[in-house]
C-alpha cells in the first residue's frame, strides 16, 4: 500500500466514523441492552432484577396470548398489505387515466396518509360507533357489531388502516406510471394488444420494481402495527386484534416487566429483520434480471 | 442613518442589561413554586384554578402551576412511571388513581404521610378510600374523589309495569322481558354495562364474583380461590349477551358509550359511576326526571350486590424539594371546603361523608344523600402493588369469555397460569 492509499483508508474511516458512532449510540447499544434485558426477570417497582437466562422465551412459547398476539399480526400484516397493493394500484390506474381533477384527487389522497394513526383511528371509532356511528346508521340500526365482534373486530381494523396507508401505495405507483414513455404504450397498441394486455404485459411489469418497495415499506409498518389498534379497541375483544406490538406495550410500559416486555420485543425485531431481508433478497434479484 | 443604527445598537444593549437585570432579581424573590399534576375535571365550571389561587394566598411566596396529564388513564400511568423511574423531580403533588397508589408506594415514589397524619384526620372520609390510600399499614395519599358502581334505572318504565328496582339480577332479567315486551320498541336495550377489554371490564366481573359470593385474590393471595363460582359469574354475563337482555356492542362498550345509550332512552338499566346522574339530569337531556339509581343487583343464590369503588387521591411525591408545601396543598385540595367546591362545580363525588348530607350540595344534587349509603356499601377492588399486572392479565381471558370464544372455565384457568407466572416474580 502507498502512502497516499493508506491516507485515503485514514480519511475515509473518519469520514464514516460519525455515522457508525450516531448507528452504535442509537441502535446497536439499546439493542444489545433489550437482549441482554429479554434474559432478564426485571420488575424494577418490585425491586426484581435477576438473571433468568431463556426464562421468558421457553414462557414465550407456551403462551397462549403470545401466539394468539402472533397470529393477529400476521394476519392483520397479509390483510391489509395485500389490500392496500391491490388498491394502491387500482388508485394509480384510475387517476392516471382521469381526465380533469387529478390534482384534486392526489390531494384528497395525501390527505388521508397525512392523517397521524391515531386521529384517523378516533375517525373510525366514531364511523364504527354501535349506535350512533356513520356505517351503522347507514346500514339501520345495530346492524354491525364492529369493534365487539371478535370475527369482525380484526378486519374492521384492517379496514381502518387501509384507508389510512392505500394513498402511500397509489402515490408511489401513480409516480412511476407517469414516468412509462408513451411511445411504450403506442408500440403495443401498433402491436394490437387490448387493454388488458397492455395491463398486464406492460402496466404492472415496470410497475414491479416500485411495488416492491412500496410493500416492503408498508409490510414493515404493519410488522410493527401499534396506534390503530391501541386506540380503536385496545386489542380487544379477547386479545383478536392485540398485535405483538401492543402485547409488548403491555408488558413493558403498562405492568412495567422489563424483561418479559424486551423478549416480546426481540420477537418483534426478529421478525422485521427476517422479512426485511427476505424482501432485500427479491429486489436483488429483480435488479439482476431487469 | 448612522445615528439611527447608533441609537438602535443602545436599545438593544439597554434591552439586554433589563432582561439581565430581570433574571436576577427574579433569582433574588423566587417565590416557591409547587407543580400539580391533575387531569382536567369534568363539568359546567372547572373549580380547580381557584382552589389552586385560593392556595397561593393563604400561602404568600408560594406559587402553583396545575399541569394536566393526558385524558386517558393508561396514558397517566405510562407519564407517571417513566417520570418517576427516571427521577424526575418534576411534580409535588399528583393525582393518582386508587389503584395505583400501592404500586406507586411499594416503588417508593410517593412520601409516606402516616407521620404527618393527625389522629383521626382521614375519619372523614369513606373507610373504602382511606384503605385503598393505605398499603403495608401506612397511608400514602389523601382521598380526593369517589366513585362507586351504580345500578341506573328508568324509573318511569318500572312505575308504569308496577316494578320495583331488582334486587337479584334473575329479577332484573324477569323484569327486562316484561318492559320489552310491553313497550316492543326494538331499538329499547334491556341492560347496558361495560364489556370492553379494559379496566373497565374488570371493575364489571369483579362485581358478578362479588354478586356469587367469590373473589379474584383471596387473602393469602391464592389466585381465584373459587375458581367454579368464577366461571359460572363470567358464564352468566356471557347469558345476558346471548340472551340479548344486554346489547351484542357490551363487548365494546366503555362508560360512556353505555351511558350515552341510556341517556338518549335507549335501555332500561345501566350500570355506571356516580358522573352520570348529573348529566341524566342536565337541561338537554332525553331521560331527565326518569332515572333513579339503586344498589346492584346480587345473586338469587349469592350474596348481596355490591359496587366497586373507585376514585382519585392526592399524593406527594418522594422526590419534592418542598414537602411540606406540598402536603399542604394536598390538603387544602382535599379539605371540605375544596371537596365542596368540586362537587358543586363537577360531576364528582367527595370522599368526605358530611358533604353527602351538606345543605348546599343537596339542593343541587337531591340524590346524595341515597349515594352515601350505595357508598358506604361499596367494595375495593384488591389493594395490591401488582394490581395492573392482574387487571392487564385477567382482562383479554375475561372478554373472550364474554364473547364467548372460550368457556368461562378455561378462560379462568389460563388466567390463572399466566397470572401465576408473572406474580411468582413479584411476591
Redesign the interface.
Known amino acids: 500500500m502507498t502512502g497516499r492509499e493508506a491516507a485515503d483508508r485514514r480519511r475515509a474511516l473518519v469520514c464514516v466514523a460519525p455515522t457508525v458512532l450516531a448507528l452504535g449510540a442509537l441502535t446497536v447499544y439499546p439493542g444489545v441492552w433489550v437482549l441482554w434485558l429479554s434474559l432478564q426477570r426485571r420488575i424494577p417497582i418490585f425491586d426484581v432484577s435477576r438473571f433468568a437466562g431463556f426464562e421468558n422465551y421457553a414462557f414465550l412459547a407456551v403462551d397462549s396470548r403470545f401466539w394468539s398476539a402472533a397470529r393477529t399480526t400476521a394476519v392483520f400484516t397479509l390483510g391489509s398489505v395485500a389490500l392496500e397493493v391491490v388498491l394502491g394500484v387500482a388508485a394509480a390506474l384510475a387517476i392516471q387515466t382521469q381526465r380533469r381533477g387529478r390534482r384534486l384527487a392526489l390531494s384528497l389522497l395525501l390527505l388521508a396518509w397525512a392523517m397521524p394513526a391515531v386521529v384517523a383511528a378516533k375517525l373510525f371509532e366514531w364511523l364504527y360507533h354501535p349506535s350512533a356511528g356513520l356505517i351503522n346508521v347507514a346500514l339501520g340500526r345495530h346492524a354491525i357489531n364492529w369493534l365487539g365482534d371478535p370475527l369482525v373486530a380484526l378486519p374492521a381494523v384492517i379496514f381502518a388502516d387501509v384507508w389510512r396507508t392505500m394513498p402511500f401505495v397509489a402515490i408511489l405507483c401513480y409516480a412511476r406510471l407517469l414516468a412509462i414513455p408513451a411511445d411504450v404504450y403506442e408500440a403495443a397498441q401498433v402491436d394490437g394488444a387490448g387493454r388488458l394486455g397492455t395491463l398486464t404485459r406492460i402496466t404492472l411489469p415496470l410497475l414491479g420494481r416500485i411495488l416492491l418497495l412500496a410493500t416492503l415499506f408498508r409490510t414493515l409498518d404493519a410488522l410493527r402495527a401499534f396506534d390503530i389498534m391501541f386506540v380503536l379497541t385496545g386489542g380487544g375483544p379477547a386479545g383478536t386484534t392485540e398485535t405483538l406490538t401492543v402485547y409488548a406495550y403491555r408488558a413493558l410500559f403498562q405492568t412495567l416487566q422489563l424483561g418479559f416486555g424486551s423478549a416480546v420485543s426481540v420477537v418483534v425485531f426478529l421478525l422485521v429483520m427476517a422479512v426485511a431481508w427476505a424482501y432485500l433478497r427479491l429486489l436483488r434479484a429483480g435488479a439482476v434480471t431487469a | 442613518m448612522v445615528a439611527l443604527r447608533r441609537a438602535a445598537h443602545r436599545s438593544l444593549w439597554l434591552l439586554g442589561l433589563l432582561a439581565f437585570g430581570g433574571c436576577v432579581a427574579g433569582q433574588e424573590t423566587a417565590p416557591v413554586t409547587l407543580v400539580f399534576k391533575y387531569a382536567r375535571i369534568l363539568g359546567n365550571a372547572d373549580p380547580l384554578p381557584a382552589l389552586l389561587r385560593q392556595f397561593e394566598a393563604a400561602h404568600p411566596g408560594v406559587r402553583v402551576r396545575g399541569e394536566a396529564l393526558p385524558w386517558a388513564s393508561?396514558d397517566q400511568?405510562?407519564f407517571y412511571?417513566?417520570n418517576l423511574?427516571g427521577r424526575s423531580p418534576g411534580f409535588d403533588v399528583m393525582m393518582l388513581d386508587c389503584i395505583w397508589v400501592p404500586?406507586f408506594a411499594?416503588?417508593g415514589w410517593l412520601l409516606d404521610l402516616t407521620p404527618s397524619l393527625k389522629p383521626d384526620e382521614l375519619a372523614p372520609h369513606f373507610p373504602s378510600a382511606v384503605a385503598e390510600a393505605t398499603y403495608g399499614g401506612r397511608v400514602w395519599a389523601l382521598p380526593w374523589t369517589f366513585n362507586v358502581g351504580l345500578l341506573y334505572y328508568r324509573a318511569d318504565l318500572l312505575a308504569k309495569y308496577g316494578l320495583r328496582p331488582p334486587e337479584t339480577y334473575e329479577t332484573l332479567v324477569e323484569q327486562v322481558r316484561r318492559i320489552r315486551a310491553g313497550e316492543r320498541d326494538p331499538?329499547l336495550d334491556g341492560y347496558v354495562w361495560q364489556?370492553?377489554?379494559?379496566e373497565g371490564l374488570v371493575v364489571n366481573v369483579l362485581e358478578a364474583f362479588w354478586a356469587n359470593g367469590t373473589r379474584v385474590l383471596a387473602e393469602d393471595g391464592t389466585i381465584f380461590p373459587e375458581p367454579a363460582r368464577a366461571a359460572d359469574a363470567l358464564r352468566f354475563l356471557r347469558g345476558l349477551i346471548e340472551s340479548g337482555v344486554s346489547?351484542?356492542?357490551?363487548?365494546?362498550?366503555d362508560e360512556e358509550?353505555s351511558r350515552?345509550?341510556f341517556g338518549?332512552g335507549?335501555a332500561i338499566f345501566l350500570r355506571n359511576w356516580p358522573y352520570a346522574m348529573d348529566l341524566f339530569e342536565g337541561q338537554d337531556s332525553a331521560v331527565r326526571g326518569k332515572v333513579a339509581f339503586a344498589p346492584l343487583p346480587g345473586r338469587a343464590r349469592g350474596e348481596q350486590g355490591v359496587g366497586s369503588t373507585g376514585g382519585a387521591h392526592l399524593g406527594v411525591s418522594r422526590r419534592s424539594r418542598h414537602p411540606d408545601l406540598a402536603l399542604a396543598l394536598a390538603r387544602h385540595l382535599t379539605s371540605e371546603a375544596a371537596q365542596r367546591a368540586i362537587t358543586l362545580g363537577a360531576a364528582l363525588s367527595p370522599t368526605r361523608q358530611s358533604l353527602y348530607r351538606d345543605p348546599e350540595v343537596t339542593r343541587d344534587h337531591p340524590a346524595m344523600p341515597r349515594l352515601q349509603a350505595l357508598a358506604l356499601a361499596g367494595r375495593p377492588r384488591p389493594i395490591v402493588?401488582?394490581y395492573?399486572?392482574l387487571s392487564?392479565?385477567v382482562?383479554?381471558e375475561f372478554?373472550?369469555a364474554?364473547?364467548g370464544?372460550?368457556p368461562p372455565e378455561r378462560a379462568i384457568a389460563?388466567a390463572g397460569t399466566?397470572l401465576g407466572?408473572?406474580l411468582e416474580?413479584?411476591r
Open positions: 393508561d400511568h405510562q412511571i417513566i423511574e404500586e411499594r416503588a331499538t364489556g370492553k377489554q379494559y346489547p351484542a356492542w357490551t363487548t365494546a362498550a358509550l350515552r345509550a338518549d335507549h402493588p401488582y395492573l399486572l392487564a392479565t382482562q383479554p372478554s373472550a364474554l364473547v370464544i372460550k389460563e399466566r407466572y408473572f416474580a413479584v
